[in-house]
T-cell receptor, first 114, second 111 residues
């Protein structure tokens, strides 16, 4: 199993540009998540999904959109990039079984907005 | 409002000694606490968890202690090894789908 994969690994955007960060998992997990990590900060939840067709906002959703058309894929869309969105973005997935709910993370996408 | 706090941004420990990483939380309703380990340019990986009904959980060199009255948990690594050098995140949840993360502690093991 590849686990959770993310593309691209790095990206530089100009202010106002848009892009989609791709995330895929092959573990048949129902739950998927997008986090951002800023320097010296913990992971902040942007959006999450409990299954195909169902998404919900996390702690910092402004400026982002998501969709979940399949169990495997959970893309994150930035419509009008701003310098405040410079961060490292992590996608994660889990079974969602009530308990400690171990989440499996992808390697991250480092995004710089100039 | 930071519900999960790691007040030490960094920690250096001699190889072979004990590493103790600390985490405080404010919400007494958390059901589970987890520790994640993160190497540079990689995603976090799960290390160990503890339920709020327990006060200790052990897995090899890693032990997590939970003090509910103090709203405090700690991760002990014994003995510390060079490969343990990483950033460690404490996280908590209510037994549901979302985790709340701390800001992380960078552990450096000195050979």
């Amino acid at each position: 199993n590849a686990g959770v994969t993310q593309t691209p690994k790095f990206r530089i955007l100009k202010i106002g540009q848009s892009m989609t960060l791709q995330c895929a998992q092959d573990m048949n997990h129902n739950y998927m998540y997008w986090y951002r990590q800023d320097p010296g900060m913990g992971l902040k939840l942007i959006y999450y999904s409990v299954g195909a067709g169902i998404t919900d906002k996390g702690e910092v959703p402004n400026g982002y959109n998501v969709s979940r058309s399949t169990t495997e894929d959970f893309p994150l869309r930035l419509e009008l990039a701003a310098p405040s969105q410079t961060s490292v973005y992590f996608c994660a997935s889990s079974t969602g079984v009530p308990s400690y709910n171990e989440q499996f993370f992808g390697p991250g996408t480092r995004l710089t907005v100039l | 409002d930071q519900q999960v706090k790691q007040n030490s941004p960094s920690l250096s420990v001699q190889e072979g000694r004990i590493s103790i990483l600390n985490c405080d939380y404010t919400n007494s309703m958390f059901d589970y606490f987890l520790w994640y380990k993160k190497y540079p340019a990689e995603g976090p990986t799960f290390l160990i968890s503890i339920s709020s009904i327990k006060d200790k959980n052990e897995d090899g060199r890693f032990t997590v202690f939970l003090n509910k009255s103090a709203k405090h948990l700690s991760l002990h690594i014994v003995p510390s090894q060079p490969g343990d050098s990483a950033v460690y995140f404490c996280a908590a949840n209510f037994g549901n789908e979302k985790l709340t993360f701390g800001t992380g502690t960078r552990l450096t093991i000195i050979p």
